[in-house]
Structures are given as structure tokens and as C-alpha cells.
């Protein structure tokens, strides 16, 4: 656990503003310590988060968890309790607690993983927590940072992005983020997208400017650390939600005795999906894929991602059209940065295992290990749990049905096989891809074939003409049922009533 100083007098913060460059608003501080008459300006360095004393929060215990998990990966995490904040509490624990589970699944050689925390704003309805996440494994060790935000009135728990007014707003903080670090030594903007899981960890510095930080390894080289963005106060504040407005109320002032009047309960139900800034509905409703007269087509890709499959984006991005990959545990560490960008395209993305075997021929252990270990290294690039999952060679029985349904995900096989995996010929897999297509058919394609990114364009354009909607198989299929199998989407025609003619 890491503290901050206390309160110190204004004058302090006064000097550090003026060593900002004049980026800092100066009435900031005048309005925020306004916000309650003990309140005194927040101090700190410009280009950290606040951080606020414990001595602030009477009664504030912390809690810790030791667990030793499968593997032998050794685990210590803890994370502040705070009176009448009962649910942040438990939030906390499960977002740690998967966390860990995560980086034991997924990380090759994982050896330890480590949690500790700084209280970073507590003022009014809001209260922040920065969580510091300390792995070891077989490629050393790095240091990674979250923040979560807490509504003392709601009991809900934010993510950082939600300090954002939507979508819009987070690609907008991209671009800022991008201009401030595209000359920055080692970083590569270009890994930068905006979503929830890279924009995991924003806060305020004492000036109420946005501070991004990006964890060690993730857009530059680990050995260069911790990679962070200020965003002055005067171009965040147009981006800011209005929850986002309070935690900035919150943060930039220290408010001793900080307590919360009244305990919330725990929201019942999750937020919709894709209503926080940087996460995206897998199923979208711009076009009704149920309707008899719809021309949906899932394309999906196996085996991936491949060094061409950025290619295989552009082309789906010039005709607005959405695949769904079930990606492989050695290329999504090879290619992060793909799986990344294909989730931030709003593509789906969906468990194929981590080394293509027959599952049939594994027992149930094995099956859950294969699949644990995909779903932990795509949560970790993209905070993404997949819903759908495709057996290697379309091979299933009961034991898959039974452990994919306890991992909550649907077996998904295809209607159209273009045999790409065996015919190098971009001419014949796009003439099978188009000629076989039917509304609901579920396409089966390898992103790590160089004959098929070069069949795509020519499957997107001859699609298109026929009118066909290129979508998702979660859109094709709507919500599917953990450990079923599913071949296709086909609509049902409605029956005939018992008035009709008969057709000649």
C-alpha cells in the first residue's frame, strides 16, 4: 500500500502550477475546494494521479487474500475496505480475484502476481482506487496499473472510461493520447485503441488535468516502465461524463475525515453491453437478423491472427462489414496487438484453444485447460469474455458440450466450408464462399492463409452486391445457449395459414 502526503498549504499547489507550462486552469482550485469547507487543494506531480492519505478515511481497513493457484503460481492481492462501502469492497475482490486467474491461465512460466493499492480520490459521492499489478513469469516481470471509480450513492463500480461522455469521447482522448506520446522514445501509438482494457487506468493530477497510464510491455518496450499522458484540464473537461465531472471534483481537493453517510446497495443488474466507452455489443441491433427477409452472413475466420490479418480488417472496414474470429493461443501472444485492434473494430471475437487439438481425444481437464487458457489471454488484451467458442475441426462430443456450457460458451461449427486450408486458390475459396452463401450461413475461413486475405475483397464485393449484411455470429444467431452446437442462422419462414392458396 502506497499513501500520499497530506494536505499541504496553497501555496504549494500554486508553485506547481506554475511549473506546468500554463496548462493548468486557474480557477480550478478556487472552484473544487469549494466543494466542502475543510477541503484543501490536492498536491502532487502533474503527471501522476491524486493519491490521498489513509489518514483521511476513518475506519479504512485493508483487505488481503494469499492463494496459491494452480500451477504454483503464488498470489498476494490486496485492496482498501472502506466503511459503508461494502460493495466496491466485493467488486474489488472479483475484478483481483479474475485478475489473477487470468495471468496464472494464460501467462507462459507465471510465477507470482502481486496487488497492492493507493486510495486516489475520495470527496463528495465518489472514491478511487488504483490497483498496481506486480507479475512475474518465464519472460520476467512487469508492473501494470488499473483505477476504478466507486459511486458512494449508487453502489456501482466504474471503469475508468466511464469518467468519459461515451464513445466518442474515448476516441477523441486516443487522439489526444497519440499527439502527446507519437515522439515519445519506444512508443508505438500505433498499438494504441480505445478501448476499456488499454485506457484501464485514468485519473486526475492535482491541476483536475486527465492522467493516462499504460502498463510496462503494453505500447513500449518493458524495460522502458510506465508510459503516461497528461491531457491539460482545459481540453479534458469537454470529454468528461458528468460522473466524470464529480470525480474530478473529488480528486483535486483532500477532504479530511472523509466518510460516507449512507451505505448503497449493489446494483442487480450489469451495465447494458457496449454502454461503457471502449467495450462493444457482440450483437448490435442495426439490422434485424431474425427477419425472414434479411441477408445476413456470419464470414468467420479460424486459426488466428496472422501477419496479414490487418489487411483482412481494411478490407471488412471499407464495406462496413463485421467477421467473427476464433482465435488460437499462440498467435494472440504473437499478435496482440491484432486481437486488440480487431475487438476495437467491433468484430467478435471467439475461443478456437491454445493448440488446435482434437478435443474429443482430451479429457475434461485438458478441454478446460486449452479453453481457460484463450479465454485469459484474450481477457487480458481486450477485458473481452467470450461467449462462443469452435472446436478444432468441428470434433465434439458430450464431454466439450458439457465443459464449454460451464464455461459459458456455444459451440459454434459452419454451414459453408471454402476448404481454404487446402486449396490455395483465392479464386475457388471466393467462388465457394459466394456461391454456396445463403441468409444465415456461417462461413468458414483461415486469416492465416495469404491466398484467403487476398480472396476477401472479392468475397466482400460479390456479397455486397447480392445485398448480404456481413455480420457477426452473435448477431446471426442472437443469444445462444453455453455448451450448444450451432451450424447456421438460417430465418424460419413463417407457415403458411390455413387460408392460403397452394403455390403451383
Same mark, same amino acid.
Not at 460493495?87 to 501467462?107: C, K, M, N, V, Y
Not at 491484432?338 to 478456437?352: D, I, K, M, P, Q
Given at each position: 500500500?502506497?499513501?500520499?502526503?497530506?494536505?499541504?498549504?496553497?501555496?504549494?499547489?500554486?508553485?506547481?502550477?506554475?511549473?506546468?507550462?500554463?496548462?493548468?486552469?486557474?480557477?480550478?482550485?478556487?472552484?473544487?475546494?469549494?466543494?466542502?469547507?475543510?477541503?484543501?487543494? /490536492?498536491?502532487?506531480?502533474?503527471?501522476?494521479?491524486?493519491?490521498?492519505?489513509?489518514?483521511?478515511?476513518?475506519?479504512?481497513?485493508?483487505?488481503?487474500?494469499?492463494?496459491?493457484?494452480?500451477?504454483?503460481?503464488?498470489?498476494?492481492?490486496?485492496?482498501?475496505?472502506?466503511?459503508? /462501502?461494502?460493495?466496491?469492497?466485493?467488486?474489488?475482490?472479483?475484478?483481483?480475484?479474475?485478475?489473477?486467474?487470468?495471468?496464472?491461465?494464460?501467462?507462459?512460466?507465471?510465477?507470482?502476481?502481486?496487488?497492492?493499492?493507493?486510495?486516489?480520490?475520495?470527496?463528495?459521492?465518489?472514491?478511487?482506487?488504483?490497483?498496481?499489478?506486480?507479475?512475474?513469469?518465464?519472460?520476467?516481470?512487469?508492473?501494470?496499473?488499473?483505477?476504478?471509480?466507486?459511486?458512494?450513492?449508487?453502489?456501482?463500480?466504474?471503469?475508468?472510461?466511464?469518467?468519459?461522455?461515451?464513445?466518442?469521447?474515448?476516441?477523441?482522448?486516443?487522439?489526444?493520447?497519440?499527439?502527446?506520446?507519437?515522439?515519445?522514445?519506444?512508443?508505438?501509438?500505433?498499438?494504441?485503441?480505445?478501448?476499456?482494457?488499454? +485506457?484501464?487506468?485514468?485519473?486526475?493530477?492535482?491541476?483536475?488535468?486527465?492522467?493516462?497510464?499504460?502498463?510496462?510491455?503494453?505500447?513500449?518496450?518493458?524495460?522502458?516502465?510506465?508510459?503516461?499522458?497528461?491531457?491539460?484540464?482545459?481540453?479534458?473537461?469537454?470529454?468528461?461524463?458528468?460522473?466524470?465531472?464529480?470525480?474530478?471534483?473529488?480528486?483535486?481537493?483532500?477532504?479530511?475525515?472523509?466518510?460516507?453517510?449512507?451505505?448503497?446497495?449493489?446494483?442487480?443488474?450489469?451495465?447494458?453491453?457496449?454502454?461503457?466507452?471502449?467495450?462493444?455489443?457482440?450483437?448490435?441491433?442495426?439490422?434485424?437478423?431474425?427477419?425472414?427477409?434479411?441477408?445476413?452472413?456470419?464470414?468467420?475466420?479460424?486459426?488466428?491472427?496472422?501477419?496479414?490479418?490487418?489487411?483482412?480488417?481494411?478490407?471488412?472496414?471499407? +464495406?462496413?462489414?463485421? &467477421?467473427?474470429?476464433?482465435?488460437?493461443?499462440?498467435?494472440?501472444?504473437?499478435?496482440?496487438?491484432?486481437?486488440?485492434?480487431?475487438?476495437?473494430?467491433?468484430?467478435?471475437? /471467439?475461443?478456437?484453444?491454445?493448440?488446435?487439438?482434437?478435443?474429443?481425444?482430451?479429457?475434461?481437464?485438458?478441454?478446460? #485447460?486449452?479453453?481457460?487458457?484463450?479465454?485469459?489471454?484474450?481477457?487480458?488484451?481486450?477485458?473481452?469474455?467470450?461467449?462462443?467458442?469452435?472446436?478444432?475441426?468441428?470434433?465434439?462430443?458430450?464431454?466439450?458440450?458439457?465443459?464449454?456450457?460451464?464455461?459459458?460458451?456455444?459451440?459454434?461449427?459452419?454451414?459453408?466450408?471454402?476448404?481454404?486450408?487446402?486449396?490455395?486458390?483465392?479464386?475457388?475459396?471466393? #467462388?465457394?464462399?459466394?456461391?454456396?452463401?445463403?441468409?444465415?450461413?456461417?462461413?468458414?475461413?483461415?486469416?492465416?492463409?495469404?491466398?484467403?486475405?487476398? &480472396?476477401?475483397?472479392?468475397?466482400?464485393?460479390?456479397?455486397?452486391?447480392?445485398?448480404?449484411?456481413?455480420?457477426?455470429?452473435?448477431?446471426?444467431?442472437?443469444?445462444?445457449?453455453?455448451?450448444?452446437?450451432?451450424? #447456421?442462422?438460417?430465418?424460419?419462414?413463417?407457415?403458411?395459414?390455413?387460408?392460403?392458396?397452394?403455390?403451383?
Amino acid at each position: 500500500m502506497r499513501t500520499a502526503p497530506g494536505a499541504a498549504a496553497l501555496a504549494l499547489l500554486l508553485a506547481l502550477t506554475a511549473c506546468t507550462g500554463g496548462d493548468a486552469d486557474p480557477a480550478a482550485s478556487d472552484a473544487s475546494a469549494s466543494a466542502s469547507p475543510r477541503a484543501t487543494p /490536492a498536491t502532487g506531480a502533474p503527471d501522476e494521479l491524486t493519491a490521498v492519505d489513509t489518514e483521511h478515511i476513518p475506519g479504512l481497513e485493508e483487505q488481503t487474500s494469499t492463494k496459491t493457484l494452480d500451477g504454483g503460481v503464488e498470489t498476494h492481492v490486496s485492496y482498501p475496505r472502506v466503511p459503508k /462501502a461494502g460493495p466496491f469492497t466485493e467488486r474489488l475482490g472479483e475484478i483481483t480475484a479474475q485478475e489473477a486467474r487470468d495471468f496464472a491461465s494464460a501467462e507462459r512460466g507465471a510465477k507470482s502476481y502481486t496487488v497492492d493499492w493507493q486510495v486516489s480520490a475520495a470527496g463528495g459521492n465518489v472514491l478511487a482506487v488504483r490497483l498496481t499489478q506486480h507479475e512475474k513469469d518465464g519472460d520476467g516481470e512487469r508492473t501494470g496499473y488499473s483505477t476504478y471509480w466507486y459511486n458512494t450513492e449508487s453502489g456501482r463500480t466504474a471503469y475508468s472510461t466511464e469518467l468519459l461522455d461515451g464513445q466518442g469521447s474515448l476516441e477523441e482522448l486516443d487522439g489526444l493520447v497519440k499527439k502527446r506520446l507519437k515522439d515519445r522514445d519506444g512508443v508505438d501509438v500505433s498499438k494504441l485503441h480505445p478501448i476499456a482494457e488499454m +485506457y484501464d487506468s485514468v485519473g486526475f493530477n492535482p491541476d483536475g488535468g486527465l492522467v493516462v497510464e499504460f502498463d510496462e510491455g503494453q505500447i513500449a518496450p518493458a524495460k522502458k516502465g510506465r508510459v503516461r499522458a497528461v491531457v491539460p484540464r482545459k481540453k479534458a473537461a469537454p470529454l468528461l461524463s458528468s460522473f466524470g465531472e464529480r470525480a474530478r471534483e473529488a480528486a483535486v481537493v483532500v477532504t479530511p475525515g472523509f466518510e460516507i453517510e449512507n451505505a448503497a446497495s449493489a446494483p442487480k443488474d450489469s451495465p447494458p453491453e457496449g454502454s461503457v466507452p471502449g467495450t462493444f455489443a457482440t450483437d448490435p441491433d442495426e439490422v434485424d437478423c431474425d427477419d425472414p427477409d434479411s441477408k445476413c452472413i456470419a464470414l468467420t475466420f479460424d486459426d488466428g491472427p496472422g501477419g496479414r490479418t490487418p489487411e483482412l480488417l481494411d478490407a471488412l472496414a471499407k +464495406y462496413d462489414a463485421k &467477421a467473427t474470429f476464433f482465435v488460437t493461443g499462440v498467435p494472440v501472444r504473437e499478435f496482440p496487438d491484432t486481437v486488440r485492434r480487431e475487438y476495437a473494430e467491433g468484430h467478435e471475437l /471467439a475461443n478456437h484453444t491454445v493448440h488446435h487439438p482434437d478435443l474429443t481425444s482430451l479429457g475434461k481437464g485438458e478441454i478446460d #485447460d486449452e479453453l481457460a487458457t484463450v479465454n485469459g489471454l484474450v481477457r487480458r488484451q481486450t477485458g473481452y469474455s467470450m461467449d462462443l467458442m469452435r472446436p478444432p475441426y468441428g470434433a465434439t462430443d458430450e464431454g466439450v458440450a458439457d465443459v464449454t456450457a460451464e464455461l459459458g460458451q456455444a459451440q459454434i461449427l459452419w454451414s459453408i466450408d471454402t476448404n481454404d486450408w487446402r486449396d490455395h486458390d483465392a479464386d475457388l475459396v471466393s #467462388d465457394r464462399a459466394v456461391e454456396r452463401a445463403r441468409p444465415g450461413s456461417i462461413v468458414l475461413m483461415h486469416d492465416i492463409h495469404g491466398s484467403t486475405i487476398d &480472396a476477401v475483397p472479392e468475397i466482400l464485393k460479390r456479397l455486397d452486391k447480392k445485398g448480404y449484411t456481413m455480420v457477426t455470429v452473435s448477431q446471426l444467431l442472437g443469444e445462444t445457449d453455453p455448451g450448444k452446437k450451432y451450424i #447456421d442462422g438460417h430465418p424460419t419462414k413463417p407457415e403458411p395459414s390455413a387460408s392460403a392458396s397452394p403455390s403451383n
